[in-house]
């Protein structure tokens, strides 16, 4: 079983919408978690830290649920510029392993 | 300010050669972390220095080894090179050995026919 499950879509979405996806986790031992965002052909970008109290950034809302080993991330009002591939990242333990990243989730915004 | 720069962009080679790839680390940071992202996948921990020595290594083969440098800088070496060793090579930057805050560079893509 991967550490990190995401479904990889893609998720075709028109403008204005409300996207959500989420993330499993499988370590009960990940102690930090991140969603990043990653264009095609380019490197991945930290978009936020996810927190088990949540945390929202403009349009962005990202959730920990520690009990059932999951992460969400929430897109309100969706732009074009929001299509990109969102990584959901967990720290396992101390780091031995670096950031453990899923596949991702490949969202497309349409006009 | 400078961010995560590697070199080269692009690079082709044959099954069996060696490869080194290169990074700087973007400026105030001193601890680099490369990666390996195959194609469709996530990407997967190499290894990080932080003070001139390999701290934290994932599940690599001795084939990919890697340097740090006094400046901060790094290299990845792969040695023997596979066909499944065609990736883009990631390498992200960091204050302080450990995994938060880091910055990505562009990568390298190798090819390896």
Not at chain 2, 17 to 40: E, F, I, M, N
Not at chain 2, 44 to 53: G, M, P, R, V
Request: proline share 5%; hydrophobic share 30%; net charge neutral.
């Amino acid at each position: 079983r991967k550490e990190v499950e995401q479904d990889p879509g893609p998720f075709n979405v028109p403008e204005g919408a409300t996207v959500a996806f989420n993330c499993t986790y499988s370590n009960s031992a990940s102690q930090s978690f991140f969603w990043y965002r990653q264009d095609c052909r380019k490197e991945p970008k930290l978009l936020m830290s996810v927190y088990s109290s949540g945390n929202e950034d403009g349009r962005f809302t990202a959730q920990l649920n520690r009990a059932s080993q999951y992460i969400s991330l929430l897109i309100r009002d969706s732009k074009l510029s929001d299509s990109a591939t969102y990584l959901c990242v967990v720290i396992i333990g101390g780091g031995a392993d670096g950031l453990t990243f899923g596949k991702g989730t490949h969202l497309i915004i349409q006009p | 300010d400078a961010g995560v720069t590697q070199s080269p962009t692009h690079l082709i080679k044959t099954r069996g050669q060696q490869v080194t790839l290169r990074c700087s680390p973007k400026s105030g940071h001193d601890t680099v972390s490369w990666y390996q992202q195959a194609l469709g996948q996530g990407p997967q921990f190499i290894f990080q220095y932080y003070e001139e020595e390999e701290r934290q290594r994932g599940n690599f083969p001795d084939r990919f080894s890697g340097h740090q440098f006094p400046n901060y800088s790094s290299e990845l070496n792969v040695n023997a090179l596979l066909l499944g060793d065609s990736a883009l090579y990631l390498c992200a930057s960091s204050l302080g050995a450990g995994f938060y805050e880091q910055y990505f560079g562009p990568g390298t893509r190798l090819t390896v026919t």
